[in-house]
């Protein structure tokens, strides 16, 4: 018999969270603007040194600002010069002062390991998350790993709460039960133990270097960010993924994989980051071979499907982002249902 799952519609197109725009670096010479969550963005650095992340399209004619210009703490639009504060209110219109009425969606920002992430409301609901007790500061942080999915992003994000699919897909065999909580009111958490009885080459190594065991936390922020560690025998993994969806079949997934600092030197840690990137590009892309295409069906999830199911009945109360919502809708409020937030042990 199959489990009644929320309607797919339930679900946020873009939920109000976290994303990556990109590197900080690549607007450093002046605006750069993105497709992003279904509309066009544009970042630029302002003279004092302010990211800023607004919608790229002039509130004007909708010339795209990744054209313009930076201008002391302004962006300016290279078509007819209107100009833009970090906040999106248009300071000065040549020829225009009826204008002052302008106004562009601007989006919080933070700046870490040379990469900018913006938030995707009016205010951020939550601060931009990390690894539980840990300072950014401590770590060193990989290139992005890059996966599209032609699937519906919370089926990509769902992964974490997909409990059988470990043993079937990536050959690790479950020890005890696992945990799941709401450490956060936007926060969902699934806490278990594995055993690697993998056969590929990666897991072979991966056991004699490290052992059979390890205790996986996985804690998903907003619905767009999951933040991952492994506890093995005598090291710990780190990783953080950030999803970009396209639209509401289509979305990448991109994955930051950590490093604490070492004492040996940067070298050292260079080499043990690029490590840490191979193992989970090996482990990812497997993941995304047997993610492409799959669906979402309400009718068809299972009574093993629960902590997946709750996950969804979870997402469904998340406030939406921008495009679809700058706020929530009456229907929808920030605070999430007590019910959806206690500790949860199948
Ligand atoms: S389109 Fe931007 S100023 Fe006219
Ligand atoms: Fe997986």
Redesign the pocket.
């Known amino acids: 018999m199959s489990i009644p799952a929320p309607a797919p519609e339930l679900m946020p197109a873009y939920p109000a969270s976290w994303f990556l725009f990109g590197l900080a670096s690549e607007f450093r010479r002046g605006p750069v603007s993105r497709d992003l969550l279904g509309q066009r963005l544009v970042a630029f650095r302002t003279a004092s040194g302010k990211p800023v992340v607004l919608d790229a399209r ?6 795209d600002l990744g054209e313009g210009c930076v201008i002391g703490e302004e962006v300016q ?6 100009r833009y504060k970090p906040d999106g209110r248009c300071s000065s ?1 040549p020829n225009a002062p009826e204008a002052a009425w302008a106004r562009l969606r601007s989006y919080p920002t933070v700046e870490r390991h040379g990469y900018l992430f913006f938030f995707n409301g009016p205010e951020a609901l939550f601060p931009l998350p990390f690894f539980e007790d840990a300072e950014p500061g401590a770590y060193v942080v990989a290139r992005p790993l890059r996966f599209y999915a032609a699937c519906p992003w919370y089926l990509v994000n769902g992964n974490s709460f997909d409990v059988q699919h470990f043993r079937s897909g990536h050959g690790r065999e479950l020890i005890g039960e696992p945990v799941i909580d709401c450490p956060h009111p936007f926060a969902r958490r699934n806490r278990l133990t594995l055993r690697n009885v993998g056969d590929s080459v990666a897991d072979r190594l991966l056991r004699s270097l490290l052992g059979d065991r390890v205790c996986v936390s996985m804690t998903n922020w907003g619905g767009s960010v999951v933040v991952v560690t492994g506890d093995f025998r005598s090291t710990r993994s780190n990783l953080i993924t950030f999803i970009e969806p396209i639209d509401r079949e289509r979305c990448f997934l991109n994955v930051l994989v950590y490093a604490q600092r070492g004492r040996i030197g940067r070298l050292f840690d260079h080499l043990r980051l690029w490590l840490r990137r191979r193992f989970t590009n090996s482990f990812m892309a497997e993941e995304f071979q047997m993610l492409a295409g799959i669906r979402y069906h309400t009718g068809c999830l299972v009574e093993s499907d629960r902590p997946m199911i709750d996950y969804f009945q979870w997402l469904t109360h998340l406030p939406r982002g921008a495009p679809a919502a700058a706020a929530p809708a009456a229907d929808r409020p920030y605070s999430l249902p007590l019910s959806l937030c206690e500790e949860r042990v199948p």
């Open positions: 002039c509130a004007h004619l909708g010339a639009c290279a078509f007819h010069n209107w219109a």
